[in-house]
């Protein structure tokens, strides 16, 4: 499993109002995958089995090679993580901060925490609590990434940050991937951010995974076909159709299975297309989770 950093397969939590449910994804070395799911699908708590932090009922997880939670504290020398809600010590300064960790991790990187502190405009003599929001998230990134870890697991860190201080964020993130060897793990309900940086897009809702592939594929497959039905015309079927919307003898498909053959289908059915939409990842993770439900209340 050299090649894979993250491994679930068949990984299950029961709680009495919540079930992770066979959660089965594996995250390549070297990529930055997008964890997409409303508030409550399941997404910290993927990320807090990851972590060893809350142990599965069923299944089997293994971290840059290790197996959680039996092996977490070696796993853990490797990982940075990093919260939009973490908890940093208010009244020590963020040198107190840098020089505590370089004291546990041996890996440390002096030379970038510094170009970090620059960058993020961060004064090292400064109390955290006289910072502010975004500047909590980039020092606790900071403190992440200057450990220079082989996997890095974000969860919602973007939340609450103004657009500067996002692109930022975002930026560095890009760049820690000119290794190769490592790897993101972004968790987010913005799918904004996430479809700027990742490469893999998981997406996870009620505590299942719907869909899991690289991103150019999601964005070359979905599309929103707009049709005028002439009157004795029938609505053409089409591969991969998840969803009709309009009316009438304007009806709008979304297929999932786009292929620029369908506009030729379509009018020898005796359908003009009027437009053939991209769409965005919002927009494909939002009729994924419709669809899902969908077909349960059925």
């Known amino acids: 499993m050299n090649d894979v950093s993250v491994h679930f397969e068949g990984v299950s939590k029961i709680y009495p109002h919540f079930t992770l449910d066979d959660l089965s994804l594996e995250l390549p070395t070297g990529t930055i995958m997008g964890l997409i799911g409303a ?6 708590t993927t990320i807090r089995i990851l972590m060893g932090l809350v142990h599965q009922d069923r299944g089997l997880v293994h971290v840059l090679g290790r197996e959680m939670p039996r092996e977490q504290a070696a796993a853990k020398l490797d990982i940075g993580f990093v919260s939009e809600d973490m908890r940093l010590y208010g009244s020590a300064t963020l040198a107190w901060h840098m020089n505590f960790v370089r004291s546990i991790y041996p890996q440390w990187d002096q030379p970038y925490a510094e170009t970090l502190l620059r960058r993020f405009d961060l004064k090292p003599r400064q109390k955290i609590k006289g910072l502010s929001h975004g500047q909590r998230v980039k020092a606790a990134l900071l403190l992440a990434l200057a450990r220079r870890p082989r996997l890095l697991v974000l969860d919602e860190p973007t939340t609450g940050l103004d657009p500067v201080a996002r692109q930022e964020v975002l930026g ?4 820690v991937l000119a290794d190769e060897d490592r790897t993101i793990l972004f968790s987010s309900h913005n799918t904004l951010d996430v479809e700027q940086i990742s490469d893999q897009i998981t997406f996870i809702d009620r505590g299942r995974i719907i869909a899991s592939d690289n991103k150019e594929v999601f964005l070359d497959r979905w599309r929103r076909l707009r049709l005028v039905l002439s009157p004795e ?7 991969g159709v998840v969803e ?9 498909l979304v297929t999932n299975r786009f292929d620029p053959a369908m506009v030729s289908a379509c009018n020898d059915a005796g359908a003009t297309v009027q437009a053939v939409d991209p769409m965005t990842l919002e927009e494909i993770f939002v009729v994924n989770v419709h669809s899902r439900r969908e077909k349960q209340t059925v």
């Open 172 to 175: 560095e993130l890009m760049a």
């Open 233 to 239: 015309a029938d609505l053409p079927s089409l591969p």
């Open 39 to 44: 508030n409550g699908a399941g997404k910290s």
């Open 244 to 252: 009709i919307g309009g009316s009438g003898r304007l009806p709008v």
